[in-house]
């Protein structure tokens, strides 16, 4: 039956970095079934969503400060493992669960739900999509996450590129649902601020080596030394020693503090982009999804050509997009035109429509909790016969069987971890993650030689 209009809906979200985690939270709040916090048709008080957040233990799973950054509150938000999470899945009683997660974690929750949920009447709704723009790995990501019960799209393109794939192996399309970022919003960009501000945003992984990163710094920089009017900001992801979706191993405030004397119109910034955003009067960046949120505010926005239009760097998803310049054309003045038709299929919704763009998946969501006899089991499209050679890794990677049990030596999945075991966890996360960023850069490096 559907959730009451006098009791909150229950939603659960997993997630597995700050980045998943902001996408899940803020996709929880826009797809939750009914008007919350307002007069239901009888006049009764609808009561708002209980949203309970779960972080994925691992090498991203985000710092507090990260968290914050976000700007999401959850009623209960605690760190879990696999094992763990699917036990209190086995125990708890939600009418949606997000997986905001990569394609290989959403795999083994649907696999290991449908073994905890098989005797039960009921079951939530399970959502999942992805974080941002999808440019690379399109079959293998979709596959991944095939079974749940939707499969969100944030643009027109993305629906239409998610239906061939399933149509294509054979795989049911029908949980495909168009959305959009669910982190769009802020003000629409009037006019120029004072002073002039350009914000470079950067990322994790993109560009990956010193020299690309150096000469988009040095470029930054320069630019700022060129426009002394101007305020110049480096939007950063995340401080030194914490992790995001995507690893950093040479983060832009190292390579800042080799350059020396900074101009005085120069900073580096963290805080959350919509903030960011409302003193911007030009966003750069090589491919961010943050380029989008700037997109949606009509803030004019460049995506950069300087290191080539390659689908390595991510920059060839904004072909046709009016927004691809250089940094001698900034720096000479130019200022892109977006284009209309391709900011439309891109779910950026500048038309104003966005108000609606989840509307689909809330009605979908409602009919689906009304279904009569409950749920049908979930049916990944990946199974031990269809990808026999495939499947058991990405199980096995989160400590479950083919068949979605605990494989033995799993952590206990039967109890709450004591707070010995919490502070022996903290601790090796702390040392995984100096591995990642201090220790393995510099192997890396030595083999170079």
Known sequence: MPPSTTKPTRIAVLADSDTRWKWGALTASRIAPGPS?????????QVAPALDGFLLRGRATPTPRQLAEVGVRADSLREVTAVEFLRIMAQESYDVLVLSLVGGGVQAMLHGLGRVWADRETRPVVVTGYVGVVYEKLADGLLLRHGADLVLANSRQDAERFRAV????????SAVTEVALPFLGGAKYTGEHDPYTVVFAAQPSVPESRKDR????DRLVQHARLHPGR???????????????????????KLAQKLGDLPPNFRLVYGNMGEVLDRTDLLVTVSS?????????????????????????????????????????LDAGYRPTPDADWVARQGVAADGSYDTAFDAARERITKLLGRPGGLPPL???YT????PGYLPGILARHHLGPDGTP???????????????????????????HGVQRVAPVIRRMGEL
């Open 37 to 45: 916090m307002e007069a239901g048709p009888q006049g009764e008080a």
């Open 231 to 253: 305020e110049v900001l480096l939007k950063l992801r995340s401080k030194p020693g914490e992790h995001t979706t995507h690893i950093e191993e040479l983060p832009y405030q």
């Open 289 to 329: 999804t943050a380029a989008l949120e700037s997109l949606h505010r009509r803030i004019p926005t460049v995506v950069l050509t300087d290191l080539g239009v390659r689908e390595v760097l991510g920059n060839h998803h904004f072909v046709g997009s009016g927004c691809l310049a250089s940094w001698d054309q």
């Open 379 to 381: 049916t990944p499209y």
């Open 384 to 387: 031990p016969a269809t990808a």
């Open 407 to 433: 494989l033995p030596g799993a952590p206990a999945h039967d109890k709450e971890p004591g707070p010995v075991r919490q502070i022996v966890r903290r601790a090796a996360r702390g040392a995984y993650r």
């Open 166 to 173: 399933y149509d294509g192996v054979g795989a049911d399309s």
């Open 214 to 217: 150096t000469y988009l710094l």
